[in-house]
């Protein structure tokens, strides 16, 4: 779709000549610093208003747009790279370096900064500040329009709270997060009780592998399993997690869909409800 | 003399009982409360039964690493102290068990331990090899401790910031957090895969160092003493530098490197064998078990979910005890 659209743009830029590029509204070289405004500003901007993407957003690993992304420069989120760029808009998260964003204001650039969505509604939101920011408030209501359809079926497969099941999300290093994350809205959009809730988990905590043991959640559903071994992810192939859960009790849903909160994450509502029907044929057998 | 053996007879005896009941203080210590009886019933149940699998898949390979880690550091710190007749000789402190990070490090992260999992613990071995190996170059002729602190600290330095490096340049998110594994050391989530892993090498390592103990004893008369009573020095070198990089070469390979040890262990027991190399070995290796099973006791009781380091709990016992031996030293003169 956005390819589609580059390629029609592209055809209006050299059919149409400089002027057609002059009259696009909005901010003009955007460059974006964090994973997640990258996400969000290839799914709102028309191409030729993006400059440059943060480093992040080529990986396959990381993002989730990382096709689409590929056709933009890649940036580090260094200040003197920034400027040198000469962006007329720089979006950054709450956490790009504060000390590059800062650098950047008082040299006269003008800094947006995206607080991390950690609710479905965020993500509203997130989307329509891009739309504002670009001036295509237009497309960002149709993306959200989207997302909620997206939302409202998906929502027909939500049980009744008392035939909830638990599901325990685990990480690298024995992660997990709990209420006030984005990962805690979309297991509880799809239906799924969060083990970290039940631990009286706050945002990202450690979980210990016993415990996780002990308190045998219905579903486990694992996240950074893929990329290069590494001492943190050791503990996603731990023997005692292998013998206590099943292949049918266990997922795994790589981390690109828990990070951002754009509207593909609905993505990651779908996985996380494939799981429970698996877990229901095998009950039905 | 009979009086003398029979002390060491029950020095040993209390030591191997301590470790038997820290060993087991280890398996009852963890995140989940369950009494002694759950976990001994759970021995009977099924395998799938949660109990039985926190005992045996997350409990025993705890407990076993440290049983193995803290045996290598502290018989490899006292054997290296007999060979360098130097107080302050530990792997920790002279840089053997950051080189052995090191190699751990590069097998992990080459993807090298992914197509062969011996590579771990070879190379974290070979990596400590040549760190015992420079030692003896940089500073195994003189009995300065400042020559053998210095040339420790320039091998850990290195070691540690070639350890920091590799994990920087790593494409993956999660290896930069792994720098404070690596360089303090755990034994958070270990399986009994590392157990079958390091525990050969560790175990031939340990047959090694105690083959040591009589030439330890010569040297401690002096080089021309034990020349005169026809000690291979040579042969003792090599045992102790073989000795040391397997055991504790294989015991960073799984469980980061871990400071002090082979320093506290050995001084707090050298006093009670009369400083006898041969008596101090077997009896370190066992105080080696005690503190490193009982810092990973303190580590799961004293903060819960905060996944603290090993070597933060023995650097915390440590440092004040290395600060008081550098001073006594000094006061003694070298």
């Keep these: ?285 | 003399m009979i009086k003398a053996s029979g002390y060491y007879i029950f020095l040993i005896f209390v030591l191997i009982l301590m470790t038997l009941l820290l060993s087991v203080w280890s398996l009852a210590a963890g995140y989940v409360d369950l009494s002694p009886a759950e976990l001994w019933n759970s021995l009977w149940t099924d395998t799938e039964d949660p109990t039985r699998l926190i005992l045996l898949e997350v409990r025993l390979p705890r407990m076993l690493l440290g049983l193995l880690v803290g045996g290598a550091l502290g018989l490899s710190g006292a054997a290296l102290q007999g060979l360098l007749r130097n107080p302050l000789a530990e792997p920790g402190l002279i840089g053997v068990s950051a080189s052995g990070s090191l190699g751990a490090v590069i097998a992990i992260y080459t993807g090298l331990s992914a197509q062969f999992p011996y590579a771990l613990p070879l190379l974290a071995l070979a990596f400590s090899f040549g760190a015992v190996f420079m030692l003896h170059l940089l500073a195994g002729r003189t009995k300065s401790i400042l020559t053998l602190i210095l040339a420790g600290v320039a091998l850990s330095s290195l070691a540690g910031a070639l350890t920091s490096l590799t994990l920087n340049l790593s494409p993956d998110p999660w290896a930069v957090l792994e720098i404070v594994f690596w360089l303090m050391g755990s034994l958070t989530d270990r399986s009994m895969t590392h157990v079958e892993l390091a525990a050969p090498f560790i175990i031939a390592g340990y047959s090694l160092l105690l083959l040591s103990g009589r030439a330890l004893d010569g040297l401690s008369l002096g080089e021309d003493v034990a020349h005169s009573l026809g000690i291979n020095l040579n042969r003792t070198r090599l045992l102790i530098t073989v000795g040391t990089a397997a055991s504790v070469g294989a015991a960073t390979a799984v469980a980061g490197a871990v400071g002090f040890v082979g320093l506290i262990v050995p001084h707090l027991l050298r006093p009670l064998v009369g400083g006898r190399p041969a008596k101090l070995l077997p009896a370190s290796m066992l105080g080696g078990a005690c503190f490193i099973l009982l810092a990973d006791i303190v580590v799961r009781e004293v903060l819960p979910g905060k996944d603290l380091k090993l070597g933060v709990v023995t650097a915390l016992v440590g440092v004040p005890f290395f600060l008081w031996l550098l001073m006594k030293s000094r006061r003694y003169g070298q």
Excluded at chain 1, 131 to 148: Q, V
Excluded at chain 1, 173 to 189: E, I, K
């Design chain 1, 1 to 285: 779709m956005l390819k589609r659209g580059g390629i029609f743009l592209f055809l209006v830029m050299v059919l149409g000549g400089p002027q057609m590029l002059a009259a696009l509204p909005g901010p003009e070289r955007v460059v974006s610093m964090n994973l997640c405004t990258d996400q969000l500003l290839l799914m709102v901007a028309d191409p030729n208003q993006i400059l440059s993407l943060s480093y992040l957003a080529h990986r396959p690993s990381s993002a989730v747009l990382f096709e689409e992304a590929r056709n933009f420069p890649k940036n580090h989120g260094l200040s003197e790279e920034i400027f040198n760029l000469n962006p007329d808009l720089v979006l950054a998260g709450v956490y790009s370096t504060r000390y590059t964003t800062s650098l950047l204001k008082r040299l006269g650039k003008r800094v947006e900064v995206f607080q991390p969505a950690r609710t479905l509604d965020d993500i509203r939101k997130n989307v329509l500040q891009m739309g504002r920011l670009l001036m295509r408030e237009k497309r960002a209501e149709k993306i959200i329009a989207e997302f909620d359809r997206n939302l409202k079926k998906l929502a027909a497969f939500t049980p009744a709270e008392a035939n909830k099941q638990t599901l325990g999300l685990f990480g690298p290093n024995g992660r997990t997060t709990g209420a006030g994350t984005l990962a805690d809205a979309l297991v509880r959009a799809a239906g799924y009780k969060n083990l970290a809730r039940r631990l009286d988990i706050r945002g990202s905590g450690h979980l210990p592998l016993e415990i996780l043991i002990q308190e045998q959640p219905d579903i486990l559903a694992l996240y950074g399993i893929r990329g290069i071994p590494t001492r943190s992810r050791e503990i996603l192939s731990h023997p005692a997690l292998t013998k206590s859960f099943s292949d049918t009790t266990k997922l795994s849903v790589e981390s690109k869909y828990w990070i951002c909160g754009a509207p593909f994450i609905t993505e990651t509502i779908v996985r996380l409800l494939d799981a429970r029907r698996l877990d229901l044929l095998e009950a039905s057998q």
